[in-house]
Every structure is written in C-alpha cells, then in structure tokens.
C-alpha cells in the first residue's frame, strides 16, 4: 500500500508555470506507475500525464503535451509535474495517483491509490 500527499499548488498568472510534487510513502516506489489526473468544478476527472516504474515511459494528454513535464525520482519516493505556460483552462485540482499494473494509463479506474488533491488556479 502506498500514501500520496501532493503539493505546490496555488494561484498564478496565465504563461507562468508551477511544479507540483507528489511525496509517496512506503519503501517500494519504485514499484508503481505514477499519474497526474485533474478535476474542475463540474467536469470530470481528466488525464493528464503518467510515468512508467523507471521513468522510461511518458504519456501526456493532447492538452498539455509540450508544455508540462512529468518525472520522478525513485531515491525520494517523489513524482514531479512541471508545468509551464499555464492557460486559464488547466485551473484544477491536481491529483496523483499510484498503481503497480496499469495496461490503460489514461483511465483513473485503473489506479488504486490516490492523493488528497492540490488547487491550481490559472487567472487569465
């Protein structure tokens, strides 16, 4: 089992950027994909990057490719969501979420283990 506890959320200007964190707890990190979903108000929760295991595998959702960075590093238990050029329409909440098997990264179903959320706010 693992615990997910996301961070560097907060309010920014549209084209600037944040970094999110994503400190998981356990000793097997290493063990699980790593996704970055979000949520607005009335809509649904949305893909919006993962990373395999070691980090060989990327996947991004059309919206955010080339502009947001997913990475991790094992040795801190900690995934990473770069993000710059924020647009108004990327305000959220940020979720992490781990799984040891995932065949479909994109779906949220498919991940066991989520985080608390972190608030992006994007004024245009």
């Known amino acids: 089992q693992v615990q997910l506890v996301e961070s560097g959320g907060g309010l920014v200007q549209a084209g600037g950027s944040l970094r999110l964190s994503c400190a998981a707890s356990g000793r097997t990190f290493d063990n699980y994909n790593m996704g970055w979903f979000r949520q607005a108000p009335g809509k649904e929760r949305e893909f919006v990057a993962a990373?395999?295991?070691?980090?060989?595998?990327?996947y991004y959702s059309d919206s955010v490719k080339g502009r947001f960075t997913i990475s991790r590093d094992n040795a801190k238990n900690t995934v990473y969501l770069q993000m710059n050029s924020l647009k108004s329409e990327d305000t959220a909440i940020y979720y992490c979420a781990a799984d040891r098997f995932i065949l479909v990264f994109t779906a949220p179903s498919n991940y066991d283990y989520w985080g608390q959320g972190t608030q992006v706010t994007v004024s245009s």
């Open positions: 990373i395999s295991r070691s980090g060989g595998g990327t």
